[in-house]
């Protein structure tokens, strides 16, 4: 969690760079306001309380990268990090989910990355637990009787030397137990078939008639203690050795590690180093600001419910009480209909650093096609690959494409980089399905400016394009 060799925000842009393109200022911002966490932690103790994070607010239309950008810092922080979207919450008193609960989302992700990673250092540890209950599956164990001598040999007196042989039991156990430990070593047991005790995961314990204004947090903490004060069922299940030891290995690196001690850690980084990033802000905005009636007043119980939360408050969650003064909120919205001044003057306040992305153009599509990572093109490249065909794509053929997006965005609708899945599958689902059919191994596709023209003309002369909006 933002350690010593976290990255600098022109690294962090680098980064950004790899999988979106252009948005500059908005990868600036976001990368300023990640490094400030990390100099936030390593300044002075007595001010550490006092520097609040600077919260995002981005604008800009769908599909320009607002949601790719927040998720992708979020990785490069190695942060706890939730998206929700504001259209799904309701005013407390009515029904749906209230604000808190992307708080209670946050904990429950920081607890889960921080068990995956204590199990993961226990893994091995784990392994040998896992193997001993494989083997007593396999050769149950005999206990050797207090006082017990191994080793005697025959007949009486001294003398024996060489021709001592061990016949104890339990002596003899432990000699096969060793071989077959040696043979599930070499997985030469795998699909042996064993009888193991797995746990059963039981029904959930409800609570009848729980008291007026109790909150989920604490409903869903006493679910879990009245849940972990009943016995632990298990059942018996007959598997291979394979099977047995994927059922097992979570099993058992669950019980090597101390779940206070998770649930501590997991708090102390969704304080710290927590992002939540709230969708569709501008669903909850009041159009033209005038709250008067309607739909619009639930969207003002909404924001107002938001507001403790982004100033910084306790929310009680099942793992504890979460002080949310310190965590990272990026709001996002397309804002087409509402303006960001419609937001309450309050909730707006806490959103002071604003970014507005630009609309893609005609040379973006064909970068995004050709540039990042996780480009389309490679995409379905490496898809093809698992049948052992290679499909390339022509600059000419990535330039066409881009126009075509960018046709039938002005055309329709404009959602942005979306709009590529949509040309991408047109141009691409017969030879998807051809193979490996009817386009076997080894075989070579190339998709040149000719073939896109061939296969998408009529996607281009068609004004309606009603079948390929998304």
């Known amino acids: 969690m933002l350690n010593d060799s976290f990255l600098t925000p022109a690294q962090i842009v680098a980064e950004l760079d790899k999988y979106i393109i252009g948005q500059h200022d908005a990868k600036r911002h976001v990368a300023i ?26 604008i800009g239309a769908t599909g320009v990268g607002k949601t790719e950008i927040a998720r992708r810092l979020a990785h490069l922080a190695d942060a706890p990090f939730v998206k929700v979207e504001a259209s799904k919450f309701t005013e407390v008193g009515y029904v749906g989910r ?129 849940g972990n004060m009943l016995p632990k069922k298990t059942r018996k299940r007959k598997v291979t050795v394979a099977e047995a030891r994927k059922l097992l290995l979570d099993e058992e690196a669950a019980k090597l590690i101390d779940m206070d001690e998770v649930k501590d850690e997991a708090i102390r980084q969704a304080e710290n180093a927590g992002i939540i990033f709230i969708d569709e802000i501008d669903k909850v ?6 709250g008067k009636g309607g739909p619009d007043v639930s969207r003002q119980g909404v924001q107002r419910d938001l507001l403790p939360i982004v100033e910084g408050s ?9 002080n949310t003064d310190h965590i990272l909120f990026i709001a996002a919205g397309a804002f087409h209909v509402s303006k960001p001044s419609d937001l309450i003057p309050e909730l707006q306040g806490r959103f002071p650093i604003r970014v507005e992305l630009q609309s893609l153009t005609k040379a973006d599509f064909f970068r995004i096609l050709k540039d990042p990572k996780n480009a389309l093109t490679k995409q379905y490249e490496a898809l093809l690959k698992a049948e052992d065909v290679e499909l390339t ?47 076997g191994a080894h075989a070579h596709v190339q998709i040149t400016a000719a073939l896109v023209d061939e296969r998408l003309s009529d996607m281009v002369k068609n004004r309606d394009l009603s079948q390929y909006i998304l």
Do not use: C
């Open 393 to 439: 794509f022509d600059d000419e053929a990535l330039e066409r494409l881009a126009e075509i997006a960018s046709e039938v965005n002005a055309e329709v609708e404009n959602i942005g980089a979306r709009r590529l899945h949509t040309v991408m599958s047109r141009l691409l689902n017969d030879i998807l399905y051809d193979v490996p059919d009817k386009i």
């Open 285 to 290: 905005a009041t159009s033209g600001g005038s």
């Open 33 to 58: 306001a990640l490094r400030n966490r990390w100099r936030r932690l390593h300044a002075p103790a007595a001010m550490q309380a006092e520097i609040v994070p600077n919260n995002i607010l981005m």
């Open 98 to 226: 209230d604000v808190e609960s992307m708080v209670r989302d946050l904990a429950e992700q920081s607890v889960n990355r921080v068990k995956a990673r204590r199990q993961e250092a226990v893994k091995a540890q784990a392994a040998d637990a896992v193997e001993e209950i494989i083997l007593d599956a396999l050769i149950p164990a005999i206990p050797q009787p207090a006082g017990a001598k191994s080793g005697l040999g025959f007949g009486s007196g001294s003398g024996g030397g060489a021709d001592e042989v061990p016949h104890s039991d339990a002596e003899l156990n432990e000699r096969t137990r060793e071989r077959f430990r040696q043979k599930i070593k070499n997985g030469e047991l795998e699909d042996r078939k064993i009888e193991i005790q797995v746990a059963q995961s039981g029904p959930s314990v409800g609570i009848m008639g729980a008291p007026p204004g109790m909150d989920e947090g604490t409903l869903s903490g006493l679910q879990d203690m009245l």
């Open 314 to 322: 306790a929310v009680s969650t099942k793992y504890g009480i979460v």
